[in-house]
């Protein structure tokens, strides 16, 4: 009994770590290629070449982290099959057709990658370049796409039938497009493209703090980046309020132990912040009246799930009340910076931003890479105990080896050697690279070409 609940444990940890560190380069995977894009098409369109330096300079830092973000997405698919056997026994079959789109997906991004990587001014029209960041950007977000597709169908799964522990009448495309999918995948790559941007927002505005770059050349990626940044933030948001809504639908009882909501009602009123004591008493909390209801149903008269109603091993731990609110306070106090930034940028455009202005962007960065594994570690903890939600709890999908403390300590140092590789590589690709020198290798000065 205790081997099996090590064995649970230190599978849980090696995989939490996994995607924990994954989950950052998955996220730079999905949404740099967008940023690029608007980089490029804004360069070409203006005939400005800061742009089109930028999405050159972009495009060398992406290529990094996908190389990294190929190790750590084959150590998911290597663990789910060794410290999860029992889950993949039953939900293989059911979910195989996404996960071979998902590498389908990955293979038609690193063949463009490579081609538009090389083909750099090779082009008598600058927009046939362009165009081949188009399935870059597409390839990478369907492959977000089909890997989230997976996660929605272990939070609502259907399209098969399971007898004495075997899976049968399996439906694929019935599973893949499951009610989870639209809510979850929408909200994954919104949260993607508005971290993205606000982690380049944070790069340039340093640049600007320290003096290490052109001063024309951070202020245009610092606006495009911010600019971006909002608008994802925004409809971030909104797919939020819609996430809302499926949660008090299919998952009421995760909405809850989020809300901290024991008792079932209409005008729930939503707790942000506060703690909970030993008898679930709430204290120092902000209570707003009949917001959960609205967020659950759109009228105050929306009746929430309690938490009471659902026995206690079957609860989630009421920790992820935490990982909730941090992830939406980040969210918006991000998108109120960039909000400052464009009143700034446009009251006082002949004056340089404010210290503690670009000081607020530079914590941006982090702080949105934060949010994303807030957000990740709700919606997984969020789910416990089950790994299928309502077929499959963790424990009786875990390997029995004893041996998964050894794959802890490799996998850990292995991520340890790629996060050091990743740190060094990209210092060094830009240490030394000025914007002027690369300019002119361009056959530009002063912001033209000679």
Known sequence: MT????????????????????????????????????????????????????ARRWTRGFVITVAIGVVTGTSIGLQLSLLWPSFMQVAGQAIGLPLFMETFAFFVEAIFLGIYLYTWDRFKNPFVHFMLIIPIALAASASAFFITCVNAFMNTPQGFTLENGVIRNVEPIKAMFNPATATKVSHVLSSAYMTCAFVLAAIAAFSLIKGRSDKVYARKALKLTLVAGIIFGITNALIGDFSGKFLAAYQPVKLAAAEWHFETKDK???????????DNEIKYALKIPYALSILAGGSPNTVVH??????????????????????????????????????????????????????????????????????????????????????????????????????????????????????????????????????LSLGIEGGKRK
């Open 306 to 439: 309690g938490l009471n109603e659902t026995p206690p091993e079957l609860q989630p731990p009421l920790r992820i009340h935490y990982y909730f609110d941090g992830m939406v306070l980040i969210g918006t106090l991000t998108i109120a910076i960039g909000v400052v930034y464009l009143w700034f940028s446009r009251a006082k455009r002949k004056k340089p931003l404010p210290r503690w202005l670009l000081i607020a962007i530079v914590c941006c960065g982090p702080l949105s890479v934060i949010a994303i594994e807030l957000g990740w570690i709700y919606a997984e903890v969020g789910r416990l105990p089950w790994i299928l939600v309502g077929y499959m709890k963790v424990e009786d999908g875990a390997t029995t080896a004893n041996n998964v403390h050894i794959m802890l300590l490799l996998f850990c140092l292995l991520y340890l050697v790629l996060a050091i590789s990743c740190i060094k590589v990209l210092a060094k690709l830009f240490r030394n690279a000025h914007v002027a020198d690369e300019l």
């Open 3 to 54: 081997a099996m609940y090590d064995a649970v444990s230190y599978s849980r940890l090696l995989t939490e770590i996994t995607l924990g560190f994954h989950i950052i380069f998955a996220t730079i995977g999905v949404g740099v290629p967008v940023m690029i894009a608007l980089a490029e098409w804004r360069g070409i369109k203006r005939n400005d070449p800061y742009y089109i330096l930028l």
């Open 268 to 278: 729930a009123e939503l707790i942000m912040g506060g703690f909970l004591t030993e």
